[in-house]
């Protein structure tokens, strides 16, 4: 797993959703391809059936890019915010080898371990922070076997968060924002300060249940989605020791074409939204086309 760093080509980005497919590449600010296709019935659990149609989304693209970049979240990967001592990337990533089970709850697994250093931290000269993520290995093996089967060369697997981020930072994304991905099974929110990401989660709330229009007694999904933005919040809040006031919403996701969406999450968090459409292609791309912003 590679999620740091920035080289001088780009990818093709490859959001591998549960019940779509989206690719994507950009060249000078401008896609020049696109596509997506549907996932069988359960398939997204099925990597030969993921496969059947990532080959349909890429044909539908036409793209030539061959290098790919994948993006991560809910409970497939583990991330945390940490704040470390300044230190160089090649020194971070060789302490890691040792290191990693301090902040990750990763003890005797066997997994991939990589960070993103995100900032030098304001008022507290020689430290910065860093995201750090862990990743099965058996899993990240897995992809590159798909990716592999499809024509395509695994380069780089990203977090959902962090993709978002760079498409967010590449539409000129400014002050305090909570960004929220609402995908079919995983939501993602993501909290951005001065235009910069300080903290992410990621939430098992389906854009489907909100879409119901009779919803089961017992269940209110926007109202879960909204306690869970607002439990970000507060851990971010008090982690930082002080205040923390988000300017806006930036909805993305296939979830954030839903009417009720909006709504919702306006009246429960009390703050304005809008709705991210990177280069016209519709929210459900956010994830793609962030990580086709990547270079490696």
Do not use: W
């Amino acid at each position: 797993m590679r999620i740091s760093g920035f080289g001088k080509k780009n990818l093709l980005g490859v959001d591998l959703g549960t019940a779509f497919v989206k690719v994507a590449a950009v060249y000078k600010d401008r896609v020049v391809a696109q596509g997506s296709a549907p996932v069988p019935e359960s398939g997204s659990d099925d990597l030969s059936k993921m496969a059947g149609a990532l080959k349909v989304a890429l044909e539908q693209s036409k793209a030539r890019v061959k290098d790919a970049a994948l993006a991560v979240g809910g409970d497939q990967v583990i991330v945390r915010y940490v704040f470390l001592p300044k230190m160089p990337e090649k020194e971070l990533r060789a302490g890691l080898k040792y290191e990693a089970g301090r902040y990750l709850p990763v003890a005797d697994q066997d997994v991939v371990v990589d960070f993103a250093v995100l900032e030098e931290v304001k008022g507290e000269a020689g430290k910065m922070r860093v995201l750090l993520a862990a990743l099965r290995r058996e899993l990240a093996e897995k992809y590159c076997a798909l990716f592999a089967q499809v024509g395509l060369k695994l380069r780089a697997i990203d977090t959902v968060p962090l993709a978002i981020f760079r498409l967010l930072r590449k539409l000129g994304a400014e002050g305090n924002a909570i960004a929220v991905d609402v995908g079919e099974k995983y939501s993602h929110v993501l909290l951005m300060e001065d235009g910069k990401p300080v903290f992410s989660r990621a939430v098992n709330i389906e854009s489907r249940e909100m879409a119901r229009t009779v919803i089961p007694s017992g269940l209110n999904p926007a109202g879960d989605l909204v306690q869970e933005i607002r439990r970000a919040l507060d851990f971010y809040r008090l982690q930082k020791r002080d205040v923390y006031e988000p300017e806006k919403l930036l909805l993305c996701g296939g979830g954030a074409r839903l009417p009720e969406t909006a709504v919702l999450l306006e009246e429960g968090l009390g703050i304005s939204s809008e709705i991210v459409n990177p280069f016209g292609l519709g929210p459900e791309y956010a994830v793609a086309v962030g990580l086709a912003l990547r270079e490696r």
